[in-house]
């Protein structure tokens, strides 16, 4: 029915009646009837009232709920006072249909003469808003039509999006599986050719193997066996097939001519005159046709990988296609443009529904919220005011449409689309849009290795700028390209340097001289030309060298890369690779005349090992060229974490940034602090300059955001940084810490301001903690504490640390005592909780002069270490804690060899024993010295304390030997999970302990380190004096260390709650006693204090954090708490197990019922909660784990608030359609 709309006629009818009516009734009566007889009845809609109209269109999902139109002489909106009196008498329209405030929303008010008004109530400020008055023009009258037509067809926004098109909905299970069964059984070239280089490209884009994948099936109902790429691509296909037929539905909108059209339409059309029509349709479609032929937009779809399906096309796929468009033509298409920020949402949204987040998190793939993309383009300036800034500096309002921006990991456009609505606006305000576009197109570029990720960019880019399209001049891309940001892989031949672009049907080559003499894409439509033309190699190097203007060994490169293809051609598996090339060089091309002004974004994080061999073969190079391999230590790339984001951001900077340029990504806020990340420091520090290479860096601020868990609540470190392509890194660098006081993430829909208001910012600074080494830890700090903080750093070389006794196989070595006999001690190995690997269980008689007490990580906290001690048997000699060589075991301890011969297979596998163990007898431990055989020991946890990328949790005690059953005195082992500092003398032990319990070395530690790397490098950069019995401040300090041992004994021992004061006032003393050791004033021991109060804030509070028996060995987080009334939740339970103990987790309702096991060290789980009123609920759940079971509870909120969001979003439609000021 709206098909028969005349946009034309009605703007040329409305602009007759205004220029002849000589009063408001004369154009009432005339307007009323033209926007009746041609917009509102062909739209099956009925006005009422008689002094104005009024439309409703009875749906509660519409775009809009009523519409009022009210009417005014011609001239009546030329004067400011009579624009204020016509919108007080809309809004008094408005309030009187309305009834009641919380209604006020649902209407959209217009104002009707000459001109053309709208007026909407904003429920966020209370304010009615006015837009307009404009001109009757097309683009104004085509708003009137689509918010009229709007009334009565449902609204893009995604939770109804996720019920028509999400994955438990039928119609998108049956086009999935049918996409899937089809692709299974498919025999054609190209429809394989298509898939597996699919693979190849997903593969470098994300941590992908298809394990990671198992679950996704039960989502679809697809049945077993498996195959889960096919899976994989079906679900990306469909994903694709929706976005083209919503960006066709654009396309009609604004480049279909005089009548309002649908795309949706005539392909049900062509399904229903039959298959070969649909076909033809959906060929024009997947080839680019409707987006050349109607925006002139040459590249929104070229040679796409979800095509695919063209070639099994049937009836069984037609119908299943056909179902999705027909669901799509019950949305009002024009949302996107009146909300482009609420579609944009929407294919983010709908795609991460389409894949579980697990699945997805696995896989690496992490959404940047909108809030946090705010945040980077605010900090590296892309803003308003620094435009009116530059316009103003250079005397050129087009000097900001002029800024180069670049996305190189551009995902769905996030960031693009951000950007390009900033440009938008100040284009707005400057009365430039009808230049805009142009420039825009130019300037604003997104690259990505995702083929899904392109189109959705593509399609969020083309939404944003659907609105200003009929501005633009010429034809147009749309600057979103499927490429590599890192490198285009090149080789040296004997007939010159060459180009290689890998694909899964062929490696194609070409002369590096063409791409820089800006002849790529000349050559690659000509190819593409006569490809079809079917001409001859021999033929086309003819043509090459007339039409293109190559010579010599350029004309033979190209006919040989032309005749693969040709070859493909007759193989019928062409059609992609000259857009797949033509993408792959666009970051040489682009930047071959002008590089960017701001490269933004959020780069892959992902670990080295985790990319496929042939990516990380060909970017080795790239580390060391970027100086990334320092410091690690002899360590080969590959044996340390290395993240890819720090290779993205030093290329980057180097590759696409103008000198002077900005730079700003999201990376692991980790790369600050670990061995890995030390080249990286420095290149941050200095940037690089090696061989061909000359890149300056300079950081100019750093954002820790560890404690907002910004990406849907998934437990990662996070941190933005922003870079100047400039000379020097000066530091301190600004450093601004956030942290969150509520448990779990931020909320992903919520707004930039919403998240600076609910969270809380602190101004801090990050410096190197060597002084003039930048790739040592940066440490977080204030100016003031630094003052008291750099007396106290260096090295201890007399207080050497060491890492616990690591077995590689604790089951032989964890023993239990089952009893003490004559000839020696009964033991057994049981099975213990989380061990990957196990042994057969024995009971055998060993020696006990190699039987010691055990403690882990769990035994130890401030000031304090359980008696509760387990054994191990170390078959070490304790004077040198060399192994016992087998000759003298078998005489000396034949019983405890006995032992370990039973295990001897398995000991001699231990992949710690292959690599340090070469001439070892196969029982040996390794992590030992004499050292492990000490009286005493200063010992603290390796891993403790909640995720905020901070060590603050760091604590340190003393252990004394003890008197053991069986055993009788001895000195007590440590397994790997704990540090130590050996002593033969109690006092320097208690003496250490005292300084290292400070508040002083605390904030040393917590600022430069984080919770899992509380490594044995601490005594590398704390400065300890070497204790001195004669020492007053010596003695006086291993005296209260002694005292507050004491005390927390009784604290732990006897729950003596009531002595925490006490232990209060001795850690006081400690504090004054440390600072006078090391010459640090009151004042600057008052700023530490401070200092470390902020770092510590961050910390999940402590009711969450406690939730087992050992709180800082395991760490069980509830995130995501907060979830919509009345349908099925999900909660997310983060896990940190650093033991990797088995342990279970149980959750009871209002959750349904679960129970999660995992031994892994870190692990996250998905919980469904069950349909609930709105309110408040207390879930209990369980830990069990090897020593007990313990019970709590956390709080489940239910609440509407992420919903009324939306429909505010929705209420603002009209703000977003017409852009412009009150």
């Not at 060993?846 to 769990?858: A, F, H, N, S, T």
């Not at 055989?933 to 010992?939: L, R």
């Amino acid at each position: 029915m709206d098909m028969q709309v005349d946009v034309d006629k009605v703007l040329a009818e409305l602009k007759a009646i205004a220029a002849e009516a000589k009063n408001e009734e004369e154009f009432k009566i005339n307007a009323e009837r033209v926007l009746y007889n041609e917009v509102i009845s062909k739209l099956g809609l009925q006005p009422g009232r008689f002094e104005y109209t009024f439309v409703s269109g009875g749906r509660a999902d519409a775009l809009y709920g009523h519409l009022i139109i009210e009417y005014k002489a011609p001239g009546k909106l030329s004067r400011p006072q009579d624009i204020a009196s016509a919108k007080e008498q809309l809004i008094g329209y408005i309030k009187k249909e309305a009834e009641v405030e919380g209604r006020y929303k649902l209407f959209l008010g217009v104002i009707l003469c000459d001109r053309i008004a709208f007026v909407r109530y904003d429920p966020k400020t209370k304010d009615w808003l006015l837009r307009g008055p404009y001109d009757l023009n097309r683009e104004s009258i085509l708003r009137l039509i689509e918010a009229i037509r709007g009334l009565r067809r449902k609204k893009l926004r995604t939770e109804e999006l996720l019920e028509d098109f999400g994955p438990k909905s039928a119609t998108t299970r049956k086009a999935v599986k049918v996409l899937y069964n089809k692709l299974l059984t498919s025999k054609n070239p190209k429809v394989e050719a298509l898939f597996n280089d699919w693979k190849r490209v997903f593969s470098q884009v994300c941590a992908y193997s298809p394990d990671k994948l198992k679950g996704l099936e039960a989502e679809y109902e697809v049945s077993n066996p498996v195959n889960y790429d096919a899976l994989l691509f079906s679900i990306h296909t469909y994903y694709a097939f929706f976005m083209k037929l919503l960006a066709a539905e654009i396309a009609y909108l604004y480049g279909a001519g005089r009548f309002l059209k649908s795309y949706v339409a005539e392909l049900e059309d062509a399904y229903i005159k039959g298959l070969d029509f649909l076909k033809s349709s959906l060929t024009e479609l997947e080839s680019g046709g409707i987006f050349r032929n109607l925006l002139n937009i040459t590249n929104f779809i070229e040679g796409d990988y979800f095509s695919w399906y063209l070639e099994e096309l049937d009836k069984e796929l037609a119908d299943a296609l056909c179902d999705v468009a027909k669901k799509l033509s019950d949305y009002e298409p024009a949302t996107p443009v009146l909300e482009p920020e609420l579609t944009r949402d929407m294919l983010k949204r709908l795609y991460q529904n389409l894949v579980p987040r697990k699945i997805r998190h696995d896989l690496g793939e992490y959404y940047t919220p909108d809030w946090l993309a705010e945040l980077v383009l605010d900090e590296v300036e892309l803003t308003l005011e620094n435009f009116e800034k530059l316009a103003k500096e250079r005397g050129d309002n087009l000097a900001p449409l002029s800024l180069r921006i670049l996305d190189p990991a551009c995902g769905s456009g996030t960031f693009l689309v951000l950007a390009i609505k900033r440009l938008k606006e100040y284009a707005e305000e400057h009365y430039l849009r009808d230049i805009t576009p142009n420039y825009i197109f130019k300037n604003v570029v997104g690259f990505d290795l995702n083929p899904l990720a392109v189109l959705a960019a593509r399609t969020n880019y083309l939404l944003v700028m659907a609105d200003m399209l009929s501005y633009a001049k010429g034809p147009v891309e749309i600057p979103v390209y499927l490429a590599d940001s890192l490198l285009v892989e090149a080789k040296s031949t004997l007939k010159g340097e060459m180009y290689v672009i890998r694909t899964y049907v062929e490696e194609f080559e070409l002369p590096r001289s063409i791409v820089e003499r800006g002849l790529l894409n000349k050559l690659l439509e000509a190819i593409d030309r006569y490809v079809r033309l079917k001409y001859k190699p021999e033929e086309f190097k003819q043509i090459a060298e007339r039409e293109i203007g190559l010579s010599g060994e350029e004309l033979d490169d190209v006919k040989e890369l032309y005749g693969k293809f040709l070859r493909l051609e007759e193989e019928k598996k062409n059609h992609v690779w000259v857009s797949v090339i033509r993408n792959a060089f666009a970051p040489l091309v682009l930047t071959s005349q002008e590089k960017f002004d701001y490269v933004i974004g959020n780069p892959p994080w992902i670990n080295w090992e985790n990319l496929p061999e042939f990516y990380r073969n060909s970017t080795k190079q790239l580390w060391d060229d970027y100086g990334l391999l320092k410091r690690t230590k002899g360590a080969a790339l590959g044996k340390v974490k290395k993240d890819i984001a720090m290779l993205f951001a030093a290329r980057c900077l180097d590759r696409f940034t103008k000198d002077g340029g900005r730079l700003s990504f999201l990376v692991p806020f980790t790369v600050y602090k670990t061995q890995a990340g030390a080249g990286f420091r420095e290149f941050l520090a200095s940037g690089t300059m090696r061989g061909k290479i000359r890149c300056p860096c300079k950081v100019l601020k750093i954002h820790d955001l560890v404690t907002l868990y910004p990406f849907e609540g998934a437990v990662n470190r996070t941190s933005l940084v922003v870079i100047e392509k400039s000379e020097g890194t000066k530091f301190p660098v600004d450093c601004v810490i956030w942290h969150n006081p509520r448990s779990g993430g931020v909320d992903q829909e919520a707004e930039l301001e919403e998240v600076k208001r609910t969270t809380k910012q602190f101004n801090m600074k990050f410096l190197p903690i060597e002084k003039d080494k930048p790739g040592s830890p940066w440490m977080q700090i204030t100016d003031k504490a630094y003052e008291g903080i750099k007396k106290v750093i260096g090295s201890s070389p007399w207080y050497r640390a060491h890492a616990g006794v690591y077995t590689g196989l604790n089951q032989v070595y964890w023993i239990k005592i089952t009893s003490e006999l004559p000839d020696g001690l009964l033991i057994t190995n049981p099975p213990l909780p989380g061990q990957k690997k196990t042994v057969k269980q024995v009971e055998q008689i060993v020696e006990k002069e190699l039987v010691y007490p055990l403690i882990r990580g769990r035994d130890v906290k401030r000031w304090y270490v359980a008696g509760d001690y387990g054994w191990i048997i170390i078959p070490h000699d304790p004077e040198t804690g060399d192994p016992i060589k087998e000759s003298e075991i078998k005489i000396n301890f034949p019983k405890a060899y006995g032992y370990f011969s039973n295990f001897k297979k398995e000991l001699e596998s231990r992949s710690i024993h292959k690599l340090w163990g070469k001439g070892n007898p196969f029982y040996s431990v390794y992590d030992i010295g004499d050292y492990t055989f000490y009286p005493y020991k200063v010992v603290w946890k390796r891993i403790a304390g909640a995720i905020t990328g901070k060590a603050i949790s760091f604590a340190s005690a003393v252990l004394e030997p003890v008197k053991a059953e069986f055993l009788g005195n001895r000195p007590v082992i440590l397994n790997d999970s704990l540090i130590l500092i050996p002593f033969k003398d109690e006092e320097e032990a208690y003496y250490v302990t005292g300084v290292l319990n400070s508040s002083i070395a605390l904030l040393t530690i917590a600022s430069y380190t984080y919770e899992l790397r509380q490594e044995t490098h601490i005594t590398q950069y704390i400065k300890i004096p070497e204790f001195d019995s004669k020492n007053s401040l010596h003695e006086r300090l291993s005296q209260l260390s002694r005292k507050a041992h004491e005390i927390a004994k009784k604290i732990y021992e006897e729950n003596r709650e009531d002595l925490k004061e006490d232990l209060s006032k001795i850690e006081e003393e400690i504090d004054k006693t440390v600072a006078q050791l090391h010459g640090i004033t009151d004042e600057e021991l008052d700023e530490i204090r401070k200092c470390l109060a902020v770092l510590k804030e961050g910390e999940i509070p402590e009711e969450e954090e406690e939730i087992t028996e050992e709180p800082e060995e395991i760490k069980v987080d509830f995130l995501n708490t907060v979830v919509k009334p009345n349908a099925i939740g999900v909660v997310e339970i983060s896990v940190i197990n650093p033991l990797k103990d088995k342990l279970v987790i149980e959750v009871g309702p209002p959750s349904i019922p679960a129970k999660l096991e995992t031994s892994k060290e870190e692990d996250k789980f998905h919980i469904k909660i069950q349909p609930l009123e709105a309110g408040e609920y207390e879930v209990p759940y369980k830990v069990i784990t090897s020593k007990g079971v313990v019970e709590g509870k956390f709080t489940l909120y239910v609440r509407e608030e992420e919903r009324r969001r939306t429909r505010d979003l929705l209420s603002s439609k009209i703000d977003e359609l017409l852009d412009e000021e009150t």
